[in-house]
Nanobody, 126 residues
């Protein structure tokens, strides 16, 4: 059974930074791509970033390129999202997800993520 648990969200001022963590249990971490999604109130869920195990490839939405960095620590079965230069429009619930199949390259369609965390809230406001 796969479980994903996010942490690290909070309230931050514009221009600030946060690092989200997603701890994964189960056996898929070494072989499955991991992604981060976010959803703001009244808006559709948006794919933010993805990290593949196939070639170490990464994907970033245009809205976060140059500001966010995804990484993974295999020894800790944890994927991170470092968020810098945060803007009010980055506010939302952030979700960690694991691909349902192994050896996929990013970006991955949302319906090919089979495991989701409970989410962590990020609020960027002065």
């Amino acid at each position: 059974q796969v479980q994903l648990v996010e942490s690290g969200g909070g309230l931050v001022q514009p221009g600030g930074s946060l690092r989200l963590s997603c701890a994964a249990s189960g056996s898929i971490f070494r072989s499955h791509a991991m992604g981060w999604y976010r959803q703001a109130p009244g808006k559709e869920r948006e794919g933010v970033s993805c990290n593949s195990t196939v070639d170490g490839g990464t994907y970033y939405a245009d809205s976060v390129k140059g500001r966010f960095t995804i990484s993974r620590d295999t020894a800790k079965s944890t994927v991170y999202l470092q968020m810098n230069s945060l803007k009010p429009e980055d506010t939302g619930a952030y979700y960690c997800a694991a691909a349902i199949w192994g050896m996929l390259r990013c970006p991955i369609p949302s319906d090919e993520y089979g495991y989701w965390g409970q989410g962590t809230q990020v609020t960027v406001s002065s």
